[in-house]
């Protein structure tokens, strides 16, 4: 178990640019979650993935936000053409959904963006 | 609507002296509850969580919480804090029709007097 990776940990664009962000999960996960934390914020719920279906994303802050797990393994996030507002640390969790109890989301370390 | 309240930005606390932090859920139904931490740098970690049965659940680090539901809380708490325990937790609650995505209250940093 590597845990959760997330690349690239910083990333700096200025405004109007647009940003993909990579997420691979542990290994054995079949769920996968984005989330946003602004500053003195808790994360926020974007979208997440059952194997390579995204189940939800009406949470997605608007239509310049897309996401996509194509083979149900690693996950990217696309922000086009960003503004100041996108400026936030971006999440994935990642956990094993089965039946049965209830199974923990295991976070990586973030994508810290900066938008100038 | 799921929401978290949690009602303290900042608290500090010495250091051997015992700590709870507080958390509202606003759900309508039996609740999935969870504290994390986030430490400087670091990704947040699980410390509990609860789904159902025995009201009062131990979590790693010395951290328990109880489920009040006639209060709607989820309290954190730890007898004896250490100078490692400053960081930022943050109270959630799962959303099952969300694929159990979680709603995060805005934290509590955590300060440790010595």
């Known amino acids: 178990d590597t845990g959760v990776s997330q690349d690239p940990r910083h990333k700096i664009t200025k405004r109007g640019q647009n940003v993909t962000f990579r997420c691979d999960p542990i290994?054995?996960?079949?769920?996968l979650y984005w989330y946003r934390q602004t500053l003195g914020q808790g994360p926020e719920f974007l979208t997440y993935f059952q194997n390579e279906a995204q189940l939800e994303k009406s949470r997605l802050l608007s239509d310049r936000f897309s996401a996509e797990r194509p083979k149900g393994s690693f996950s990217t996030l696309e922000i086009q053409r960003t503004e100041q507002g996108d400026s936030a640390m971006y999440l994935c969790?990642?956990?094993?959904?089965?039946?049965?109890?209830?199974?923990?989301?295991?976070f990586g370390p973030g994508t810290r963006l900066t938008v100038t | 609507a799921q929401s978290v309240t949690q009602p303290d930005i900042h608290i500090t606390v010495s250091e051997g002296a015992s700590l709870e932090l507080r958390c509202n859920y606003s759900y309508g139904a039996t609740p999935y509850l969870f504290w994390y931490v986030q430490s400087p740098g670091q990704g947040l970690q699980l410390l509990l969580k609860y789904f159902s049965g025995d009201t009062l659940v131990q979590g790693i680090k010395g951290f328990e919480a109880e489920f009040k539901r006639s209060q709607s809380s989820f309290n954190l708490r730890k007898p004896s804090v250490h100078w490692s325990d400053a960081a930022e937790y943050f109270c959630a609650v799962g959303v099952p029709q969300a694929g159990t995505a979680l709603i995060f209250g805005k934290g509590t940093t955590l300060s440790v007097s010595s």
């Open positions: 969790a990642s956990s094993l959904h089965a039946t049965g109890p209830l199974y923990e989301q295991y």
């Open positions: 290994s054995e996960h079949n769920r």
